[in-house]
């Protein structure tokens, strides 16, 4: 297992001056009602970066407020597409400009590597809002005909109010995901970050001023989920929540809604997601695939991984390279470049993993690699692999979130499938094989949202993506995010004929 890297908390030079600390409603950064803070931690110490004003029911009162006033009365739902488009252009543009402040904030908030933050999630964070600003003008409803006596048509209308909770392993990504979609629609939203990463987030709402988005069009409330994220979801003037996170949250999510307003849900929830490598693939491309698919981003990946299942045939050498490979993964600070995984996000993600890891131990499950703590301080873990799993232990069934594998052999195809669905989860699912047959049987097979031939983690802008199952419903990416922000309106006038007249 190789060592922490050099240079853990040695990257000073990279590490950015905390600009916002305080809620973003109706375009002004505003003290919580409440006078109250919490502190966000740098996962690679264990210490406190900044503090955070802590958002309240009170504080999203005001912002709802702000949000509906802004959708009733003010200028953003009532621009022309592409005027909506050209605010959210400059607002990518500025995303560009700060590219590096951005991905550190999120390297020192949430772990995660810089580089990677560099090139892919800030830079992919900027063109999700612009693939949905080239949508912002291409909304149409359609012309129906009914009858010799009626003429009808459809209207695409924004949904109104939108609240967004997101997750903390993503920041950016996750922001984008949510907001690009609703302003392209031309609603107006509050959105909670996760508490352990809200850095980037009111940085972003400082940019999207700076852009141009109309004052109360976008309120950025961070806080906690049993005070901030309730007082969303069970908002009586909120007309929408969409929510990425637990599925035990997501069931709280749901329930609110329907205690309040009826508000419309959408979710992406937990994964527990099966990698199937048969006989013929390549042993080299199935081993980077395999511990890729559960080591990026330190595991904290919705559609990790997890479960993996190998023939027989190549189980064995199989096996031997990915124990190999993880004993050569580099552990340490997200800053250092040759570093390949950084910090879980917090303690309580930390010792989650670590206990789920001496589950797997009581259970049977025999431990190849990994399994211990990295560093004498932060929430560093080792790329840890379990073989001779059983799909019902509780490594196999539970989403544990972290640089976890669990790995199976299996005979045919369907022993395959059959273990494969074996979950309460359907977020995504991989396979990899050269038979086309294989391939074919197995996707259509497989019940999951996503399902990836000889490639992982392959996320674009335009491809829908969303679970089956406990995974959650609703989809965000694609013009099906899109239109989970709009709602159909139906007008039938007589014809000129008719005898209605």
């Not at 966000?40 to 210490?47: A, F, K, L, S, Y």
């Not at 003037?237 to 997501?250: C, K, L, N, R, Y």
């Not at 195809?413 to 273990?419: C, R, V």
């Amino acid at each position: 297992m190789a060592d922490l890297a050099n240079g853990q908390t040695g990257s000073v030079n990279k590490v950015p001056t905390i600009k916002f600390t305080k809620l973003f409603i109706n375009g002004d950064f505003v003290d919580s009602i409440s006078g109250k803070t919490f502190e966000t931690i740098d996962p690679r110490t264990g210490e406190a970066i900044a503090s955070i004003s802590e958002g309240t029911k009170e504080d999203i009162d005001i912002a709802v407020k702000a949000a509906r006033q802004a959708f009733d009365s003010g200028p953003w739902p009532r621009l022309p597409g592409a005027e909506r488009a050209k605010i959210m252009m400059k607002w990518a543009d500025l995303i560009d400009q700060n590219t590096e402040e951005l991905a550190a904030l999120d390297a020192i908030d949430a772990g995660k590597l810089y580089h990677m933050c560099k090139v892919l999630d800030i830079p992919g964070a900027a063109n999700t809002l612009r693939y949905y600003a080239g949508a912002a003008d291409k909304i149409h409803g359609e012309v129906l005909k009914m009858s010799q006596e009626f003429h009808a048509y459809t209207l695409m209308e924004p949904v109104g109010v939108v609240g967004h909770i997101i997750p903390w392993n993503f920041p950016s990504s996750m922001f984008f995901i949510k907001v690009s979609p609703s302003l392209a629609a031309g609603c107006t939203m509050i959105l909670k970050p996760a508490e352990q990463t809200p850095l980037s987030a009111l940085f972003y709402a400082h940019l999207a001023k700076l852009a141009g988005i109309p004052d109360g069009v976008l309120n950025v409330v961070p806080g906690f989920g049993p005070t901030a994220g309730a007082a969303i979801t069970s908002h009586m003037d909120i007309d929408a929540v969409s929510f990425t996170g637990s599925t035990e949250v997501g069931r709280e999510v749901m329930q609110a809604a329907a205690k309040s307003n009826l508000k419309h849900v959408s979710l992406e929830l937990g994964g527990k997601s099966p990698l199937i490598i048969f006989d013929d693939a390549d042993l080299d491309k199935a081993a980077e695939l395999a511990l890729f698919g559960i080591l990026f981003n330190k595991g904290e990946v919705c559609v990790a991984s997890s479960r993996v299942f190998v023939q027989e045939g190549i189980y064995d050498e199989l096996e031997k390279k990915l124990v190999e490979k993880a004993e050569a993964w580099v552990v340490g600070d997200p800053f250092d470049p040759k570093v390949q995984q950084g910090p879980q996000v917090d303690k309580k993600q930390f010792e989650k993993i670590l206990s789920y890891i001496e589950h797997g131990k009581r259970e049977g499950a025999t431990l190849l690699t990994g399994g211990k703590t990295v560093g004498n301080k932060g929430y560093f873990i080792q790329p840890t692999i379990f073989s001779n799993i059983k799909d019902d232990m509780l490594i196999a069934q539970d989403e544990i979130f972290g640089p976890v594998m669990a790995l199976k052999k299996f005979k045919t195809i369907e022993e395959a499938i059959k273990s494969a669905n074996n979950t309460r989860y359907g977020l995504a699912a991989g396979i990899v094989t050269k038979n086309i047959d294989t391939a074919n049987t197995v996707s259509r097979s497989i019940r999951a949202g996503t399902i990836w031939i000889n490639c992982y983690f392959a996320f674009g802008d335009d491809v829908p993506f969303g679970g089956y199952k406990m995974s959650g419903f609703g989809k965000d990416y694609g013009l099906e995010a899109l239109h989970k922000y709009l709602q159909v309106k139906s007008v039938v006038t007589p014809i000129y004929n008719s005898p209605w007249l």
